[in-house]
């Protein structure tokens, strides 16, 4: 096995080994608590910009297959796992992770103590840094790691989102057929921006019977309402949503227009758009399992979460109610207008990987379309 480092700017340096490709990435680094689902992570357009530390200990052991991806690609600057798995054992799998990362040309480390990396990016938080085969230096990879760009007032949606519209009519997976192809019911017709989406996002769409049309992030709010929806959903994405605005602005036109509902990175948006603030999380949710309490209801669901950023509850105005809360660091969770048909969360009610628990927000909006439609 060929040796790797990861540098963290605080001077912090692992020594591991290199899989998947070889060479040097840099990128934030973050750690997720799921236990499964690296596929879908590491094609998660939110990880744009970001080195991803899994600190469940042993990574890879179920391969790879082609239908377990949230995108077209991988998005993540580099992989860091305790142990890669040499043994590919699923009958789902068609190659190792691996043989995966080094076709997709990411750069991956392991044996490195992944448990007192996470503690590290706990304590101090999110940190950049650099991974690399080919410059074995600690000190030059810390300053190469210093010297990179944070995160914050970056726009990484112009990196991931889509480049032209398209029609998406792909449902669930099931073991009898795979992926369901056509539209399961006539509904009513939900226009998606593409801040990054999840692929799980639009299959459960379908799912809900709504017939989905995808388009750039940048697509003026006129073009969008050219295409006639129901609704507009705003996806999930990679980054900081304040530098987004052209995004902040066409929902802006967008309010009281047409039903809107909001994941993650659109949820942030829409928490903009509203007229409050974002700011930076320390060091993140990232994983499958963060208690997340419906203020509604009084349910506590099980969530899955992958964002840096927040909305700052004290930013927003009477018109605007916290719907959920996340009982770990009571940060903002869910959001909605008490008069305009707006409603957002930050969590991933698709998961994939994760608990089903929130799967209903997709049926609310359902219903919020069904009284909108009603009401004019």
Not at 46 to 69: A, C, F, H, R, W
Not at 246 to 272: E, F, M, S
Request: proline fraction near 5%; hydrophobic fraction near 35%.
């Amino acid at each position: 096995m060929k040796k790797a480092l990861l540098a963290l700017e605080d001077g912090t340096v692992f020594e591991g080994f290199s899989f998947g490709a070889e060479g040097e990435t840099g990128g934030e680094v973050v750690f997720n608590t799921a236990m499964t689902g690296y596929q879908e992570i590491i094609t998660d357009p939110s990880y744009k910009g970001q080195i991803v530390t899994m600190t469940y200990p042993l990574i890879g052991n179920y391969g790879v297959n082609p239908e377990d991806v949230e995108s077209s690609k991988p998005w993540i600057e580099g992989f860091v796992v305790k142990e890669l798995s040499r043994i590919v054992s699923n009958w789902r799998a068609t190659e190792s992770l691996d043989s995966y990362l080094r076709r997709h040309n990411v750069i991956g480390i392991q044996g490195i103590d992944t448990r007192e990396l996470t503690k590290r990016l706990r304590d101090v938080g999110s940190q950049m840094g650099v991974i690399s085969t080919v410059d074995l230096d600690p000190e030059s990879l810390v300053k190469k790691a210093r010297a990179l760009p944070g995160i914050e007032g970056r726009d990484l949606v112009q990196d991931v989102t889509c480049r032209a519209p398209y029609e998406w009519n792909e449902g669930e997976w099931t073991l009898e057929g795979g992926y369901k192809k056509g539209h399961v019911k006539p509904g009513y017709h939900v226009v998606v921006y593409d801040f990054g989406v999840k692929y799980n996002i639009l299959r459960l769409l379908v799912e809900e019977g709504f017939k989905v049309t995808v388009v750039p992030a940048s697509t003026s709010a006129d073009d969008v309402l050219g295409l006639d929806p129901d609704g507009v959903f705003l996806s999930n994405g990679p980054g900081d949503p304040a530098p987004v605005s052209y995004a902040i602005d066409n929902v802006k036109r967008l309010l009281g227009r047409v039903p809107i509902c909001g994941i993650c990175l659109g949820h942030q948006i829409i928490g903009l758009a509203l007229g409050g603030r974002t700011y930076k999380l320390k060091f993140g949710h990232h994983g499958a399992n963060h208690p997340v309490k419906d203020l509604t209801t009084g349910r506590i669901e099980i969530t899955s979460q992958n964002h840096n950023f927040a909305v700052d509850a004290d930013s927003l105005g009477q018109d605007v109610e916290v719907t959920h809360l996340n009982l770990n660091d009571h940060t903002v969770e869910g959001l909605r207008h008490r008069s305009l048909p707006v409603f957002s969360v930050q969590f991933h009610p698709e998961a994939s990987p994760g608990p089903h628990d929130s799967r209903g927000i997709f049926s609310r909006f359902a219903q919020l379309i069904e009284e909108f439609s009603g009401s004019i």
